[in-house]
């Protein structure tokens, strides 16, 4: 999965826009604005409720096409806060180029390249059209330190799974080989134990799991930054909370893929297991100094949007709308937001706070997650 989607020369990610309708999917800030603006207003939110702390970086993992930045940026500048530096990590140089295009002022690849510091762990820089630096990262642990609010939609559904099986000998991983006799792909079962089947499985009563190590090692990473700098974390994807067994496919042209036919022309996610980010958020590992986090979650998307007021706001772009066409437009692209049969249930939202807030959130629990605000 790592190989196919980031390989630097063949991976799905690496050169080619692949949103949209010309694309393979559409995610949920390239349907609508309203998307970006309420969680620019949620974290705002909650960046005012930590005492708006300085230097205050905005972090999105997996920026795509730069679109939920970009709504954000435009919110915080209605807002007036414009002291905000950016960090992108973002494995692909396209769209590294792409979100340069979507919300900075200039968008000279080679130049912004060229000015980076040897010695630094940005591979790129630039500038907002709201005047904040932007740089560019391969990792989240390359991220500058300080008071960070943190950003990852449709980014850990792409981060690699190892599928598990329990069988009578035990659990085995599944792994893919080449059929001899036609040179396809295909799926077969470790013969021994591989590292992977010393994923936390003693309690585990399914018979097939899909486990992420890098899904858990980024969001204890993340969780780290956040006890130790100071910081809010907001993670928002397809998933389930430790119930699924079976999630791994691929997509091209909007339809399912068979990930082994073609590899790299095809987007390959399995859902996010947000009981085992969760886990994660809460359990440093031995030697580690950090604290657990808070987490608050998950809640389906449809009920985050609507407790955010995306019906307000609906309002507001209907009343603006010049033509039919647009104000059409706008309903179908609320409903496929909240809809449960379409993206409202499906996605999830997750957030992480550092324990030290614990008294504040008790009084203000986070807006989006509970009804009682
Ligand atoms: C499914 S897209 C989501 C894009 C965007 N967040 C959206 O919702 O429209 C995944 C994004 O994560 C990036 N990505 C995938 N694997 C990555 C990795 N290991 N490290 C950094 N970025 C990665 C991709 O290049 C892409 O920008």
């Keep these: 999965m790592r190989e196919v989607l980031t390989n630097p020369s063949a991976g799905y990610y690496m050169n080619r826009d692949v949103f949209g309708q010309k694309g393979d999917f559409i995610t949920s800030p390239e349907i609508s604005q ?9 974290l705002i939110n909650e960046w005012t409720k930590c005492g708006r702390p300085k230097p205050l970086q905005i972090a999105e993992l ?14 915080f500048s209605k807002f007036k806060i414009s002291d905000v530096s950016i960090g992108l990590v973002e494995v692909s140089p396209y769209l590294s180029q792409v979100q340069e295009k979507q919300f900075c002022i200039t968008s000279n690849q080679e130049t912004n390249e ?4 040897k010695d630094a762990l940005h591979y790129k820089e630039s500038k907002s059209l709201y005047g904040s630096p932007v740089r560019w990262y391969n990792h989240v642990a390359d991220l500058p330190r300080a008071f960070t609010l943190y950003l990852a939609h449709e980014f850990f559904d792409a981060l690699p799974v190892h599928k598990l099986i329990k069988t009578e000998q035990g659990w085995r991983e599944v792994l893919i080989d080449i059929n001899r006799t036609d040179s396809t792909l295909r799926y077969v079962l470790s013969r021994d134990r591989t590292p992977a089947c010393l994923y936390r499985l003693e309690n585990e009563i399914r018979k097939e799991i899909e486990v992420s190590p890098q899904s858990l090692v980024t969001l204890q990473l993340m969780a780290a930054r956040i006890h130790q700098d ?3 974390g907001l993670v928002i994807d397809y998933g389930y909370e430790g119930d699924k067994t079976d999630t791994f496919r691929g997509f091209k042209n909007h339809q399912l893929h068979d990930p082994l036919v073609d590899p790299g022309t095809a987007d390959l996610t399995a859902d996010v297991d947000f009981a085992a980010l969760k886990w994660a958020a809460t359990h440093p590992r031995t030697g580690d100094d950090w604290k657990a986090n808070l987490t608050f979650g998950t809640v389906d998307q449809k009920d985050f949007l609507t407790r955010m007021g995306i019906d307000v706001r609906l309002k507001q772009l209907l009343a603006a ?3 039919e066409e647009l104000a059409r437009d706008l309903k179908t692209a609320h409903q496929m937001l909240t809809d449960p049969a379409e993206m409202g249930s499906k996605f999830k939202f997750l957030a992480l706070y550092p324990a030290v ?3 504040i959130l008790d009084r ?5 997650f509970s009804l009682d605000v």
């Design 34 to 42: 309203m998307f970006g603006e309420l969680i620019a207003i949620w």
């Design 62 to 75: 997996g920026p795509g096409r730069g679109t939920l930045m970009s709504d954000i940026l435009r919110v």
């Design 114 to 117: 060229r000015n980076v510091p």
């Design 230 to 232: 100071g910081g809010v």
């Design 321 to 323: 709308a010049r033509t």
């Design 357 to 359: 807030m614990k008294k």
């Design 364 to 368: 203000h629990p986070p807006p989006g």
